[in-house]
């Protein structure tokens, strides 16, 4: 008994020095990570197209000369299905006046973001009655079904009033918001055409790093602009976005660039362009972008149902350093390291504990603690979840069922 509550104890303390350890890690940067919409604060169903195979690599000897992949006729067949969208919202000022504060932009669609720094600025604690200014902001999009179907970033979408679209050919429609899905940040709409130009669809999963992409979307409202670079990196996990594995590049981004597609080299969307990292409020190099296989998944259920539903399996988790990965036996600092588990959840259901460290679901490896909620987002609720833990030195197979993170809500 006495050699049970001592390895607990010490389970435990390593469980929170693991954690102080780690903890503060994701809060340094989180002020400059921002959502590209025109105006964003610094710091801070369609018939889908038939992918063709991959083609196979060609092996490249050393010293080669490699052309550079002309995009040229990409952004010439793709551009048209590529939109500009404005909208119109309300912010409350904490003024009673009849023009708003000095420095303040008035349905200016290069102003500050409508949703975010107009309403951080100027809605204090003053006590007044307040006056709604209307304000506008842009971001862009992607026609995916000639019948007028959008994909485009939720964050764009949010708290509209209005919504209107402008085609290349520049037509404008009024769009309407199908659903909105926050924690992925996609937004669907619909505006009344037909016969429209489509983007063809790829998948995300077959993206390489070091691939060459192209982005078209309206930064600053500057329509149908054509910025290229590489993947940088897949899988990464921001702040707040646990749902999403983003697709980093170093393609100039810029604020308006929100909703707009990323295009792999055989001209198909791999993504959707969302969020960089700056610390200016500009393109830095560091770009993101949502899988089209999240995305699409969204897709589907808001035509379908007009909301998202995801799954949760009910654990919160750490990264594991290789501190963590020493104190826990762990050949290799890999996995996420299990900090606290909701009761009645089915992670508690299938035996999961504090300190556990979960290495694969459903045979997918949990490099990263981002990787986990990553791969519970892209299931669907009632889904299987096979689990590989780490516990006490030794591998320790679990299996849960995953539940739907809307009964969470509901509680």
Same mark, same amino acid.
């Given at each position: ?19 102080? &350890? ?42 080669? =000369?490699?052309?550079?992949? #002309? ?15 404005? *909208? ?7 003024? #009673? ?46 026609? =995916? ?32 918001? @199908? ?5 992925? #940040? ?18 995300? !999963?077959? @993206? ?20 290229? &670079? ?19 590049? #170093? ?18 969307? =791999? ?26 998944? *969204? ?15 009910? *654990? ?13 036996? @762990? ?23 504090? &300190?556990?460290?979960?290495?694969? @679901? ?43 993170? !809307? ?5």
């Amino acid at each position: 008994m006495q050699n049970y509550f001592h390895s607990k104890s010490m389970r435990l303390k390593r469980l929170a020095l693991a954690i102080a &350890g780690v903890g503060t890690a994701g809060v340094i940067g989180a002020v400059a990570m921002q959502h590209n919409q025109v105006g964003a604060a610094p710091p801070v169903v369609a018939p889908t197209m038939p992918t063709p195979a991959a083609p196979a690599q060609a092996v490249v000897a050393p010293g080669a =000369v490699v052309a550079l992949p #002309d995009f040229s006729q990409i952004a010439s067949r793709n551009s048209p299905a590529v939109v500009n969208i404005s *909208v119109t919202g309300m912010a409350r000022t904490g003024y #009673d006046m009849a023009e708003p504060a000095q420095g303040a932009q008035r349905a200016d669609p290069f102003g500050n973001d409508p949703f975010f720094e107009f309403f951080r600025r100027f809605q204090g604690p003053q006590g007044g009655r307040g006056r709604d200014i209307p304000v506008h902001g842009h971001g862009s999009g992607f026609i =995916v079904s000639p019948d007028g179907i959008i994909m485009t970033n939720a964050h764009v979408v949010r708290d509209a009033r209005e919504v209107s679209v402008k085609l290349t050919d520049r037509r404008e429609f009024r769009a309407r918001v @199908l659903g909105s899905d926050p924690k992925t #940040d996609i937004a669907v709409l619909k505006i009344d055409a037909r016969d429209l130009p489509v983007v063809p669809l790829g998948r995300s !999963s077959d @993206l390489k790093v070091g691939e060459w992409v192209l982005a078209i979307g309206s930064p600053y409202g500057f329509d149908s602009t054509v910025t290229a &670079g590489v993947v940088s990196a897949k899988g990464r996990s921001l702040p707040d976005d646990s749902n999403v594995p983003f697709i980093q590049t #170093d393609v100039a981004v810029n604020p308006g660039n929100s909703g707009g597609p990323l295009f792999n080299v055989r001209g198909e969307v =791999v993504g959707v362009n969302s969020q960089i990292y700056s610390r200016t409020g500009g393109y830095q190099g560091l770009s993101f972008a949502i899988p089209i296989d999240v995305a699409n998944r *969204v897709r589907q259920q808001i035509v379908a149902t007009g909301k998202v539903n995801h799954a949760r399996l009910g *654990v919160t988790v750490q990264e594991v350093d290789q501190g963590v990965a020493d104190s826990f036996g @762990l050949a290799v600092p890999e996995g996420a390291l299990v900090a606290s588990v909701e009761p009645g959840s089915p992670a508690e259901k299938a035996g999961l504990k504090p &300190g556990d460290v979960i290495r694969k @679901l459903n045979g997918q490896a949990i490099v990263a603690s981002g990787d986990l909620p990553a791969i519970v987002g892209l299931a669907a609720p009632g889904d299987p979840a096979a689990l590989e833990v780490w516990r006490d030195g030794k591998t320790v197979a679990l299996n849960a069922r995953l539940a739907s993170a !809307s009964d969470r809500l509901a509680e």
